[in-house]
């Protein structure tokens, strides 16, 4: 089946820096990945769409300057959070869709990030 | 605006069987999915449903009412394992799936 891999599965970095996190579809192309945001007890909150070759959509309240998203090839997808602060503390989850109209989206492990 | 309800927690016995449900109101409706979510893990796929009716598999099965905007998932010969948070989400007519806040399942011996 669709794997998507996403790494660093757990980060810790200090208020002010920059953290990468890496999201690859292992089997299958993917022209659009979503980033999703969930803070503890609550649901998954999509931030944005990646798009491949073109700009990334940011939902409603997302800094687009501060979540910076780049998807140069068909296969990985990158969010860079920029100037960490200790309220961006979270758990980030990428996904792809599936092919076809019954395809769930296909989840990486997700990235658990704690700005210190 | 758009709305997915489902309860935010619900107690069951080891064994026993337990439905969450879900209601909806989309813009549009391309499909219904159940996701299961472990503490500190990404979601994984339970059911997809388009149509009305049941779809079964294995110990679980998912229900749909498009007419109604409802959905239930039904989780049968519980076991301690599946002690776990349960999403319901929508795809509306822009393909975008619409997430609700999930139900966290506690499971009793």
């Known amino acids: 089946g669709a794997v998507v891999s996403q790494h660093p599965s757990r980060v810790i970095c200090k208020s002010g820096t920059s953290v990468k996190i890496e999201c690859r579809s292992l089997?299958?192309?993917?022209?659009?990945m979503f980033w999703y945001r969930q803070f503890p007890k609550q649901s998954l909150m999509l931030m944005a769409t990646?798009?491949?070759?073109?700009?990334?959509?940011?939902e409603q309240g997302v800094e687009k300057d501060k979540f910076l998203i780049n998807h140069a090839s068909l296969t990985l997808s990158t969010l860079t959070v920029t100037s960490a602060h200790p309220e961006d503390s979270s758990f980030y989850i990428c996904?792809?869709?599936?092919?076809?109209?019954?395809?769930?989206?296909?989840f990486g492990n997700g990235t658990r990030l704690t700005v210190t | 605006g758009q709305n997915i309800d489902q309860p935010t927690e619900m107690t069951a016995t080891e064994g026993a069987i337990v439905q969450i449900n879900c209601t909806y109101q989309?813009?549009?409706?391309?499909?219904l999915f159940w996701y299961q979510q472990h503490a500190g893990e990404a979601p994984t796929f339970l059911s997809y449903?388009?149509l009305d009716g049941l779809e079964e598999k294995g110990r679980f099965s998912s229900f749909l009412s498009r007419s109604k905007g409802y959905s239930y998932l039904l989780l049968k010969e519980l076991q301690m394992k599946d002690s776990a948070s349960y999403l319901c989400?929508?795809?509306?007519?822009?393909?975008?799936?619409?997430w609700g806040a999930g139900t966290k399942l506690i499971i009793k011996p």
């Open positions: 089997d299958f192309q993917a022209t659009t």
């Open positions: 996904s792809a869709p599936g092919q076809g109209g019954s395809s769930p989206l296909h």
């Open positions: 989400a929508v795809r509306d007519s822009n393909y975008q799936l619409i």
């Open positions: 989309t813009s549009g409706f391309n499909g």
């Open positions: 449903n388009v």
């Open positions: 990646s798009n491949e070759g073109s700009k990334a959509t940011y």
